[in-house]
Structures are given as structure tokens and as C-alpha cells.
């Protein structure tokens, strides 16, 4: 009997030993997972932060999630502030627009471009460009709206600049033949 304990007791230690051993493996790979995960959330932290390009994530109650450094930029709220808005207050026609932007991404539609004004933290309003998508969890359930912006004013501003240039003449800045019809038509009207 006092044999058998005795090598009991060695199968006993030895099992703890490789078991020991095993924990020490998972915990080796579970430090090296947790590492990579931590270098990965910086590289998209820095890669988030890094766009001029505004990118706001928007909660199915519509109170927005995340603002990167683009959008803060952009529309001059600080993060916390983004924290404890809703979305539709920074688009220039509020909730129907969000509406409206909602049904069209339920509808599976991809909404790329969306050309709209966005509210800057001093009520100005920021002509936009918006792309849109739903982001689903693991399960494929949608828990968020992903706007990526773009500030187009100075797009409009060259667009304006341009108008002007085809109805003026270079030369002596009176309007032209293009502006003589255009201006016609509407006082026929």
C-alpha cells in the first residue's frame, strides 16, 4: 500500500508539473494574443486619427459612439462633447435626414457620396460629402452607422468661382452671351 501511494503520489506530481507547464504555454500565447491585439487597436488608432476626413460612428439610438480627430477638426466639437450629441443635430436637416438616410441603408443600398451640410459647433454650416455604412457585430446584428466625411467647401467655393468665370468675360469682366440668354430666359418667365 505504501508502494502504491508513493508512486500515486509521483503520477500525482508529475501531472501537476504538466499541467503547470500547460498553463505556462496558454498564458505565453494569451501575453502574445493580448500584444498583437494592443498593437493592432494603435496601428487603427493612429490610422483612425490620422485622416483629415471626419469618421463618426452613430448608435441604433442615433447618440454618436466615436468621433476621430478629423471630425473634431472638421465641426470644432471636443470628443467629450461628440460623446453627448445625437447625430441628426450635426445634419442640417436633423432627424429627417437621418430618416432618410436609414431607410435607404436598410434597403441595402450603398449610400456613397451623400452630398449635405453638416452643423459645426458654432452653427456655421460645412458643406459635406458623407459616405455610409451599417456595422454589424459577430452575430450580423447592426449596432452601428459608419459616416466617413469629406469638407467639400472648397470644391463649392471653386465651383462658384468657375460659374462665374463662364458668364463674365476675363477681359472686361462684363457679363457674357451665355449670361445675356441665361438672364433672358428668366425674365420671360
Known amino acids: 500500500r505504501g508502494l502504491e501511494k508513493r508512486d500515486l503520489m509521483r503520477k500525482v506530481l508529475q501531472h501537476e508539473r504538466e499541467l503547470e507547464e500547460r498553463v505556462a504555454e496558454a498564458t505565453q500565447k494569451l501575453q502574445a494574443s493580448h500584444l498583437k491585439l494592443v498593437e493592432t487597436q494603435q496601428y487603427l488608432n493612429n490610422l483612425l486619427n490620422s485622416t483629415v476626413d471626419a469618421i463618426i460612428t452613430v448608435a441604433n439610438d442615433d447618440m454618436i459612439t466615436f468621433a476621430n480627430r478629423g471630425a473634431q477638426q472638421m465641426l470644432g466639437y471636443r470628443q467629450e462633447e461628440f460623446m453627448h450629441l445625437r447625430f441628426d443635430r450635426l445634419l442640417a436637416n436633423g432627424m429627417e435626414e437621418l430618416r432618410y ?89
Open 101 to 189: 438616410l436609414r431607410r435607404v441603408l436598410e434597403l441595402d443600398r450603398p449610400l456613397q457620396n451623400f452630398g449635405t451640410k453638416l452643423r459645426h459647433h458654432d452653427g456655421s454650416l460645412v458643406p459635406g460629402s458623407i459616405s455610409f455604412s451599417l456595422a454589424p457585430d459577430a452575430r450580423g446584428n447592426v449596432v452601428s452607422l459608419v459616416a466617413i466625411c469629406k469638407d467639400v467647401t472648397a470644391q463649392k467655393e471653386l465651383e462658384a468661382e468657375l460659374k462665374e468665370m463662364t458668364i463674365r468675360d476675363s477681359l472686361t469682366a462684363m457679363f457674357n452671351v451665355r449670361y445675356f440668354y441665361e438672364r433672358l430666359e428668366m425674365e420671360i418667365d
